[in-house]
């Protein structure tokens, strides 16, 4: 790990004015669990970090008319152990309890899950976001892509989007709120997350100079019926292989409205419009969500290597809605 040096502010401003004008000039500290494993494998070599574990204001949950406040440095076991939480919302619960780690679960930041960098192992390796050799070629068609996109792979970015609250978040219609300079700006949390186009981007809309300081979840998003399901490889400290989480709105048995999000299957949360369609009018059985779990993955363009999650996929869009369904 390269030499850095360290700021601890007390106040948001004091942390805006910590940071710097690109990413390899500062970097924001809270948890770390994602941030110094990159550090040491000098994938990032940013000369100064941020903590902002000390910043009162980007903590807390908060309850008022407008909805619900989650403060950026609240941790993953904060959620899972917030008693509103798992009423109005098991699906927010269920994300962050299926960390399989409780060392993550307690160090990892709602804002760092967020903002967590690709675990594709090109780009941990070395080879860029992107994942191309030195003369340009990518890598990841004709490589090891076991774990990689099947849906909006199209190119250049192959990599799978690691958030884990991301696709619940979305389907409740969160949104954050940013601070940079002396501004601060709310925006759509679908709308954070871009799939790069040159190595020159990154894979959320967010400034070097500027902090996601809380999630906020609107009003009347706990009328909502919520599930997240997960499909991993083993239930040691791992990532999903595919996710889905199914925010529903029930009246009399039926679907009146779905939003269905897929995680770790496309370079940002996936949203699954044509299952949502199929859905819609319909009472949320075995029958209405396999037919929507076909819907999800219709779209599919698997690599050499990962077929296999496609079935994953249209296998965790069905058990969300019926787990949603017995909500």
Not at 71 to 86: F, N, P, Y
Request: proline share 6%; net charge positive.
């Amino acid at each position: 790990m390269e030499a850095f040096a360290y700021a601890r502010p007390t106040s948001q401003k004091e942390a805006l004015a910590s940071l710097g004008g690109s990413f390899e000039e500062s970097a924001v500290l809270a948890g770390g669990t994602d941030l110094l494993s990159l550090m040491k494998n000098y994938v990032v070599t940013p000369k100064r970090l941020v903590d902002i574990r000390g910043v009162k204001e980007f903590g807390g949950i908060t309850r008022g008319a407008g909805g619900v406040r989650i403060g950026a440095t609240v941790t993953l076991q904060e959620l899972a152990d917030d008693a509103g939480l798992r009423k109005d919302f098991p699906g927010i619960v269920a994300a962050a309890a299926a960390v399989p780690s409780m060392q993550i679960r307690n160090m990892g930041t709602v804002a760092g899950d967020l903002c967590q960098r690709p675990r594709c192992w090109y780009f941990r390796n070395g080879f860029g976001l992107l994942a191309h050799d030195p003369k340009g070629k990518p890598l990841v068609p004709g490589g090891d892509n076991r774990y990689h996109a099947i849906l909006g792979n199209e190119g250049p970015a192959y990599f799978v989007n690691p958030s884990s609250l991301a696709p619940m978040l979305i389907a409740l219609g969160a949104a954050i709120e940013i601070a940079g300079g002396a501004a601060t700006r709310k925006l759509e949390l679908d709308k954070f997350f871009r799939a790069p186009h040159g190595e020159n981007q990154r894979e959320y809309t967010l400034a070097p100079n500027e902090i996601v300081t809380a999630v906020l979840i609107p009003e009347g998003a706990a009328n909502w019926k919520t599930a997240t399901y997960e499909v991993r490889e083993k239930q040691a400290l791992d990532w999903p292989l595919a996710t889905a989480s199914v925010a529903l709105r029930i009246d009399g048995g039926t679907v009146r409205e779905a939003r269905l999000m897929m995680g770790h299957v496309a370079p940002v949360p996936w949203r699954a419009q044509e299952a949502e369609r199929v859905l819609a009018g319909k009472a949320p059985d075995a029958e209405s969500a396999a037919k929507a779990g076909e819907a999800a993955v219709r779209g599919a363009h698997p690599l050499s290597g990962n077929k296999y999650k496609v079935q994953l996929a249209r296998v965790a869009v069905k058990r969300a809605i019926l787990e949603a369904g017995r909500a």
